[in-house]
Nanobody, 123 residues
Framework: QVQLVESGGGLVQAGGSLRLSCAAS????????MGWFREAPGKEREFVAS????????YYGDSVKDRFTISRDNSKNTLYLQMNSLKPEDTAVYYC????????????????WGRGTQVTVSS
C-alpha cells in the first residue's frame, strides 16, 4: 500500500514558476514508477509527466515539454514537478500517481493516486 500526499500548489502569475512535491509513505518507493496528472474544470484528467523508479526514464505530455521537469529523490520518498513558464491553461488540480512502470503510468494505468493540489495561474 502506498499513500501519496501532494503539496506546493498555489496561485502564481503567468510566466512564473512553482515546484510541486509528492510525499510517499509505505515501502519500496523506488520500485514504483511515478507520475503527475492534472485535471482542469470541465476537462478530462491529462497526463503531465512520468518517471521510472530509478529516475533514468521520463515522459512528458506535449503541452508541458520544455517547461516542466519531473524528478524524484528516493532517499526522501519524494516526487517533484518543477513548473516553469506557467500559462493560464496550466490551471488545474495536479495529482501524483504511482504504478508498475513508467510507460504504464504514462498511459494512466496507475495503482495509487494522491488527492491533488490546486495550481492557479493568473493572466
Amino acid at each position: 500500500q502506498v499513500q501519496l500526499v501532494e503539496s506546493g500548489g498555489g496561485l502564481v502569475q503567468a510566466g512564473g514558476s512553482l515546484r510541486l512535491s509528492c510525499a510517499a509513505s509505505g515501502r519500496a518507493f523506488s520500485t514504483y514508477a511515478m507520475g503527475w496528472f492534472r485535471e482542469a474544470p470541465g476537462k478530462e484528467r491529462e497526463f503531465v509527466a512520468s518517471i521510472s523508479g530509478r529516475g533514468s526514464t521520463t515522459y512528458y505530455g506535449d503541452s508541458v515539454k520544455d517547461r516542466f521537469t519531473i524528478s524524484r529523490d528516493n532517499s526522501k520518498n519524494t516526487l517533484y514537478l518543477q513548473m516553469n513558464s506557467l500559462k493560464p491553461e496550466d490551471t488545474a488540480v495536479y495529482y501524483c500517481a504511482a504504478g508498475g512502470g513508467v510507460g504504464l503510468v504514462r498511459d494512466a494505468r496507475v495503482d495509487y493516486w494522491g488527492r491533488g493540489t490546486q495550481v492557479t495561474v493568473s493572466s
